[in-house]
């Protein structure tokens, strides 16, 4: 098997945030036979970064591929720096493609965004909606490697709608727009929608704080659970029946592909990879962005129709299946070959 260098934030940077995309792949890499050197965990931002670059030299003369998480905000400029050391050492570097707002990253910044991409061995995109984007702005080495779960991990169960218990999972960061979770329990409540809501995440930019807050000033209660284990959420899942997913900007979540495969109908905003991933009213529903009446008209339409919301919930468990690693995999051996 081939050997890898693995660049990204890994969990270790903040122990309490979700796992990201290099403590998942990177695994699952590791698990399939490639020999995998990552960075980094490291807290300091300098330290973290001479870390990265530290590694990609360290093991240059062993290495086949370097793939690089990238993201729009700090990350971005980590792999910029990466990737030119990678040119520098003649190693192939394999950007993967993260974040709903990547696209508009590339407006901000042509130039780098030209020297990271357009001299990558290849770029992965894990939705259609990035490289479509990508393509429309000149990049045209992009081929799509959807984001993978085992789908084997998540027991399918169909639900029953005699109260509204919404689910909502991710960071409490502003462009997720947590306030909004709130806005929808809220105006259940004023209709007189018998409802709950668990949120469950940990604290990305003081937004947890703030709906917190929200919560408290509107008077109505929200179950918050903080950063749960994969498995932990996953077994929370069973004691709920609507997964709801508010966010401004977007990719291909991981959480909802979870939801769908758990057979949760997921209420999502119509923004960035999701209606790439979602077809309203076939396998998910899909409302316009920083809409709480639009995400009530949708949950009043799903708990008065529960065969038909279940059938939606079914449909949606087999689209997400096609992203289970034993097939995500053998996409992901074919470009490292």
């Known amino acids: 098997m081939k050997t890898l260098i693995y660049i990204g934030n890994k969990q270790g940077v903040k122990k309490e945030a979700n796992l990201s995309s290099i403590d998942v792949l990177g695994n699952l890499l590791a698990e399939t036979g490639y020999s995998v050197y990552s960075a980094s965990s490291k807290r300091s931002i300098v330290i973290r970064l001479l870390d990265m670059l530290w590694v990609c030299i360290k093991y ?4 086949d591929y370097v793939l690089i998480d990238v993201y729009s905000t700090l990350n971005f400029y980590y792999a910029f720096l990466v990737s030119q050391l990678c040119r520098a050492l003649r190693l192939n570097y394999i950007p993967i493609l993260h974040g709903g707002n990547l696209p508009d990253r590339l407006k901000r910044s042509p130039k780098l965004s030209k020297a990271i991409f357009k001299n990558a061995y290849t770029n992965v995109a894990p939705s259609v ?9 000149g990049i045209k080495n992009v081929i799509c490697i959807p984001n993978t779960i ?10 029953v709608f005699d109260t509204v218990k919404l689910l909502w999972v991710r ?11 709130v806005e929808v329990l ?12 668990c949120m469950v995440g940990p604290e990305g930019d003081g937004s947890l704080s703030e709906v917190k807050k929200h919560a408290d000033k509107l008077g109505v209660k929200v179950d918050f659970k903080g950063k749960l284990t994969k498995e932990e959420w996953v077994k929370l899942s069973e004691h709920y029946n609507i997964f709801i997913n508010t966010t401004n900007f977007d990719n291909m979540p991981v959480s909802v592909i979870e939801a769908m495969a758990l057979g949760l109908p997921v209420i999502s ?14 396998n998910g529903f ?14 009043v339409e799903v708990i008065d129709s529960e065969e038909k ?3 939606i919930a079914k449909e949606a468990r087999y689209y997400v299946e096609q992203f289970d690693w034993g097939i995500v995999k053998k996409r992901w051996i074919k470009l490292l070959k």
């Open 60 to 63: 240059s003369r062993k290495a």
């Open 129 to 137: 909606y990035v490289k479509s984007n990508f393509e429309i702005l």
């Open 150 to 159: 085992e789908v084997n991990n998540y027991a399918f169960k169909e639900k």
């Open 171 to 181: 960071s409490f960061s502003r462009i997720y727009n947590p306030v909004l979770a």
């Open 186 to 197: 809220n105006g259940l409540k004023k209709k007189n929608i018998d409802s709950e809501l």
């Open 269 to 282: 905003t119509n923004v960035g990879g999701l209606p790439f991933l979602i077809e309203h009213k076939k």
């Open 286 to 299: 899909l409302v316009p962005p920083n809409s709480a009446d639009e995400f009530i008209r949708s949950i």
């Open 309 to 311: 919301t279940n059938q």
